[in-house]
């Protein structure tokens, strides 16, 4: 079985490889990642209008009343390509949400809430207030300053993927365990961040405090310059800093073959002044100097923190070099809005793509087609089943378009959540008419 360390840095290796293949591509053909005219195409012949609106319908498609027609009442939100903002459409069914994107175009979709009315008639009512929306959370590379993550350049966001890696084992973990939710939706958001929607009736149907409490509960607040952690640390902490960051730091932070913090002297001197004191700073700064590897400095930091009775500080730096950094607004409000899976970024061109995560380590960000690409292995899969026989070209000129490019496995992990989702929603309906039905005598 392979160690996590030696996992890291075969997934680092990856990366790097991955980058030669792209600034190959980039220099070799030319070829556009994106533009209106890709994204028209991916829009009418790739994105998953259908298996969206199942998604953000919850099963309601077919209810008699409109009202109870969730979909309808759900809000979208596209920014064209000419930055017009355009809040409040609704769509009554998936052929009008691809309709609609084939016309507008949007650069980018944003999801919002389920209203009590219909968002694109919300003029017409007095009373128009969101009742209903996933929990969501959001995770930025940019949070972690110290990583000196430069998002102009997309090879510095892929490095550090280790790190979201980290954010996605931790966040799993609580919201799983300690919450009990089933229904996790995590999206890769094509540059230097991921998102996770938490779709489960009970989780889409806290109010803002409880959705403050839940954050809240997952956060940890900064103080001095890193991460404040109580000790003895709650049960969940102590189980996450065991399982998942302290061979996060062993074996990709702290590793030469991984982000190296401590191999340079901005990073070392990012570490340092999260002490947030000036004079032992300055004392550390000037030793790791003249220590010969980050290894070396990673343990005359806990030597020294322990000489001067200053453990505890030892144990917020590694909280503070990997749990996660939510950006807590984003999950306090029902009315925020977050960027819709399967939309594609117009700095990078990649698929905001669903991952397992319970694979997570094995995701490779520069690995996510672009809509170039996708279009690409389109008409390459197109090209090669026409010089088959006429049954084979048939059989496969008819399969779904995602199924002939790099999307086939992350879509076929979106429709799984979903039928799970739906299945879960059917379940819930027939309990609640049996609990309804009157009581059969004999």
Same mark, same amino acid.
């Given at each position: 079985?392979t160690s996590?360390?030696a996992?890291?840095?075969e ?35 790739v ?19 409109a ?15 000419d ?45 128009? %207030?969101?009742?209903q929306? !996933?929990? @969501?959370?959001?995770? #930025? ?5 110290? &990583?000196? $993550?430069?998002? *102009? ?13 980290? %954010?996605?084992?931790?966040? !799993?973990? @609580?919201?799983?365990? #300690? ?5 996790? &939706?995590? $999206?890769?958001? *094509? ?22 409490a839940?954050? #809240? ?82 343990e ?16 917020e ?17 029902m ?31 520069s ?9 690409a ?18 059989s ?21 959540f ?25």
């Amino acid at each position: 079985r392979t160690s996590r360390p030696a996992k890291a840095r075969e997934n680092q290796a990856r990366v790097r490889e991955r980058r030669l293949e792209l600034k190959s591509t980039a220099m070799g053909d030319g070829q556009e990642n994106f533009s209106p005219e890709l994204l028209r195409a991916y829009y009418r012949r790739v994105f998953p209008a259908e298996l969206m609106c199942r998604w953000l319908g919850y099963g309601t498609g077919t209810a008699a009343s409109a009202q109870s027609r969730l979909l309808r009442r759900r809000e979208f939100s596209f920014t064209t390509g000419d930055d017009v903002y355009i809040r409040y459409l609704s769509y009554e069914d998936a052929a009008a949400f691809r309709k609609d994107l084939c016309d507008k175009l949007p650069f980018k979709i944003d999801l919002g809430a389920i209203f009590s009315a219909p968002p694109s008639e919300h003029k017409k009512f007095k009373v128009f %207030a969101p009742v209903q929306r !996933e929990l @969501i959370f959001d995770i #930025d590379l940019t949070d972690y300053d110290f &990583l000196g $993550v430069n998002a *102009g350049k997309i090879e510095t966001c892929d490095a550090c993927w280790p790190v979201m890696a980290v %954010a996605v084992k931790a966040i !799993e973990r @609580i919201l799983r365990q #300690d919450f009990g939710f089933k229904h996790l &939706l995590w $999206v890769y958001s *094509g540059r230097r961040g991921i998102h996770c929607w938490v779709s489960d009736e009970r989780a889409r149907n806290l109010s803002n405090e409880g959705r403050s409490a839940v954050a #809240d509960y997952m956060s940890l607040q900064i103080k001095d310059g890193r991460m404040a952690v109580q000790v003895p640390m709650h049960p969940t902490l102590a189980a996450i800093h065991r399982d998942v960051i302290k061979p996060f730091l062993e074996g990709s932070m702290l590793s030469p073959d991984g982000q190296g913090l401590l191999e340079t002297e901005a990073g070392w001197a990012a570490l340092c002044a999260m002490l947030g004191d000036k004079e032992l700073e300055a004392q550390l700064v000037s030793e790791f100097g003249k220590k010969n590897t980050g290894a070396e400095r990673w343990e005359h930091l806990k030597r020294t923190l322990e000489r001067k009775k200053m453990s505890r500080i030892a144990l917020e730096l590694e909280f503070s070099l990997a749990y996660p950094r939510l950006d807590v607004n984003v999950s306090k409000s029902m009315n925020h809005l977050l960027k819709s899976p399967w939309c594609a970024h117009p700095k990078t061109g990649r698929v905001c793509v669903c991952f397992d995560a319970n694979k997570v380590d094995d995701f490779v960000p520069s690995d996510v087609p672009t809509l170039g690409q996708v279009l690409a292995e389109i008409n390459n899969f197109d090209a090669a089943a026409a010089l088959k026989g006429t049954s084979e070209a048939v059989s496969d000129t008819t399969l779904p378009a995602a199924d002939k490019t790099r999307l086939k496995e992350p879509m076929a992990l979106f429709a799984k959540f979903v039928r799970a989702l739906e299945a879960d929603e059917r379940g819930a309906q027939v309990a609640a008419a049996r609990a309804l039905a009157p009581p059969v005598s004999f």
